[in-house]
């Protein structure tokens, strides 16, 4: 059984940074690529980016794209979210995932139970 916990959201001023943190429990963690996703009130849930097992490839969403950085480490099984520049617009919670290397939150079978970031303006 895979278990995955968010941690780092919290509120921050327009402009500012936050880093997220997605620990997993058990030994699969670096088989999969992993994902992260997020959802604002009102809305469905959306990709965010995506990292390959080994690290080697990333990919974002136009949204974030040169402001969020995804990274993981294997050896703590543990992968990151760097966000700077925020802006309220990314106000949401935000969910990793482990999974296929894909945009569509149907290829990843493990989810952690998300963790709200809150950007004012």
């Known amino acids: 059984q895979v278990q995955l916990v968010e941690s780092g959201g919290g509120l921050v001023q327009a402009g500012g940074s936050l880093r997220l943190s997605c620990a997993s429990s058990?030994?699969?963690?670096?088989?999969?690529?992993l994902g992260w996703f997020r959802q604002a009130p009102g809305e469905e849930r959306k990709f965010v980016a995506l990292?390959?097992?080994?690290?080697?490839?990333?990919y974002y969403a136009d949204s974030v794209k040169g402001r969020f950085t995804i990274s993981r480490d294997n050896a703590k099984n543990t992968a990151y979210l760097q966000m700077n520049s925020l802006k309220p617009e990314d106000t949401a919670v935000y969910y990793c995932a482990l999974g296929s290397y894909s945009t569509n939150e149907a290829e990843y079978a493990y989810w952690g139970q998300g963790t709200q970031v809150t950007v004012s303006s």
């Open positions: 058990g030994r699969t963690f670096s088989r999969y690529a």
């Open positions: 990292i390959t097992w080994s690290g080697t490839s990333r």
